[in-house]
C-alpha cells in the first residue's frame, strides 16, 4: 500500500506541476507580448517565476520542496501571486492535498506496519511464555514420577522429592 502511496503522490506533483508551470508560461508570454508587442517574442519569466515554475522539472521540484521542508510553501507562492487568482486557489489546494490529506495517509501506512510489527512481537512472546510453562510442567513430571512408588503421589513422595537435588535445582531456577 506504501507503493500505491507514493505513486499517487507523484501523480499529484506532475498533475499539480504542468498545470503551473502551463500557468506561468502563459503569464510570461503575455508580459513579453506586452513589453515588446511582438505576438512572436520568446518569452521571457522574472526571476522567482523562472527559478520555481518555469518547466515541469522544476515546478515538481519545487511542490515536492513545498511539502516537504525543503522551502517554506509561501515562499514557493508568493511568485504566483502575480501570474492569477487560480494559479493561488491551485497553490492552495495543493497544499491541502498534498500536505494535510496525502503525507497523513503515507504516516499512516508506516504507523500502522508498526503496529503490525509490534502485534506479531506479543504473539511470538506469548509463544514462547506458553512454550516455557510446557517444559517446566514436563520437567516437574519427570521429576515427580522417579518418586512416585505405587502409582499415586502422596506426602512422602512430595518430601522425598524435596529433598533431593533435581528439584531444588528446578525450584531455584
Not at 515538481?60 to 504566483?80: K, N, Q, R
Not at 506458553?130 to 515427580?144: H, M
Request: aromatic share 10%; charged share 15%; net charge negative.
Amino acid at each position: 500500500s506504501l507503493m500505491w502511496t507514493l505513486l499517487l503522490l507523484l501523480i499529484l506533483w506532475y498533475v499539480f506541476s504542468i498545470i503551473f508551470t502551463e500557468m506561468v508560461i502563459d503569464h510570461c508570454r503575455r508580459l513579453t507580448i506586452n513589453a515588446t508587442n511582438d505576438p512572436n517574442a520568446v518569452p521571457e519569466c522574472p526571476e522567482l517565476l523562472a527559478l520555481y515554475w518555469s518547466n515541469v522539472i522544476d515546478s515538481m521540484h519545487t511542490l515536492f520542496m513545498a511539502i516537504t521542508g525543503g522551502i517554506d510553501w509561501s515562499v514557493a507562492y508568493e511568485p504566483l501571486k502575480p501570474v492569477s487568482p487560480m494559479a493561488i486557489a491551485l497553490m492552495n489546494l495543493y497544499v491541502v492535498i498534498g500536505f494535510f490529506t496525502l503525507l497523513n495517509v503515507i504516516t499512516g501506512v508506516f504507523v500502522n506496519q508498526a503496529i503490525e510489527s509490534a502485534s506479531a512481537d506479543k504473539e511470538l512472546a506469548a509463544l514462547k511464555q506458553t512454550q516455557n510453562r510446557l517444559s517446566q510442567v514436563n520437567q516437574l513430571t519427570d521429576i515427580f514420577q522417579e518418586f512416585e512408588g505405587d502409582g499415586a503421589l502422596n506426602i512422602t513422595d512430595v518430601e522425598a522429592a524435596l529433598e533431593s537435588d533435581r528439584l531444588s535445582a528446578f525450584m531455584e531456577s
